[in-house]
């Protein structure tokens, strides 16, 4: 796995995971939720210059000009719900693309720190011989990345993968490397040393999905 770690340089994007991670800011579930979709856009940027390309003859009211396109069909695929303003951060810059969605939770057993992850939802076109981008703010413990994967198998084999998260463990940007393809590209800002006992990021920032959308029963 080729892993763009953007925490080993300094950029404007160290502001919005200081203010996504700062408990008194993220009281502002908009700002929460705009600070995760600029980021987003961030690494969709990065992530683009990976991309195939081929110039195209783009006509003016002056004249031509040869401009280079995206040739890749790209499927963005995330991870509900608190991946939804990751997604949008990357439907902002990669707007043709086809998006599919997956419902994945953790279901811990009388409330114990073991847990399965939990598909039960997922919508997407074929993804066969496109460019794959899985969107999850927060790569934990890796499983349900793993699981959707998976899951997506049904829907065909794509010709190259790419992971766009927020903030990873070590140990699930461990375990992720050893379930994907080689080539596949992960984009993070943030990867911090630790899991708790109920594989939570440790300082992580909380729950992503309860501080964009409240918290769920």
């Known amino acids: 796995m080729i892993v763009h770690d953007f925490d080993e340089s300094n950029s404007i994007i160290h502001q919005f995971i ?17 600070n995760i979709e600029r980021i987003g856009e961030i690494l969709s940027y990065e992530l683009s210059k990976t991309l195939c390309y081929k110039n195209i003859e783009i006509h ?3 004249g031509t000009k040869s401009c280079p396109q995206i040739q890749d069909n790209l499927v963005l695929c995330s991870i509900l719900r608190a991946g939804l303003p990751l997604h949008q951060g990357v439907l902002n810059y990669f707007d043709t693309a086809e998006n ?25 076109p074929s993804i066969q011989d496109k460019t794959l981008v899985l969107i999850d703010p927060m790569l ?20 190259q993968i790419h992971i766009v998260s927020v903030i990873g ?14 080539n596949t590209h992960l984009w993070i800002v943030a990867i911090d040393d630790t899991l708790n006992n109920r594989g939570y990021i440790i300082p992580g920032l909380g729950d992503a999905g309860d501080l964009s959308y409240g918290q769920k029963l």
Not at 18 to 34: G, H, P, S
Not at 100 to 124: C, M, P, W
Not at 169 to 182: D, Q, R
């Open 60 to 62: 003016t009211p002056l």
């Open 169 to 182: 463990s070590k140990t699930g940007v461990e375990y992720v490397k050893e379930i994907f393809p080689e």
């Open 100 to 124: 599919g969605f997956i419902s994945a939770f953790r279901k811990h057993t009388n409330d114990q720190d073991d847990f399965e992850v939990i598909v039960n939802y997922l919508a997407a």
């Open 140 to 159: 934990a413990t890796g499983k349900t990345l793993e699981n959707t994967y998976k899951a997506l198998e049904k829907y065909g084999i794509p010709k």
């Open 18 to 34: 200081a203010e996504l991670r700062d408990e008194n800011i993220q009281k502002d579930a908009m700002r929460f939720r705009k």
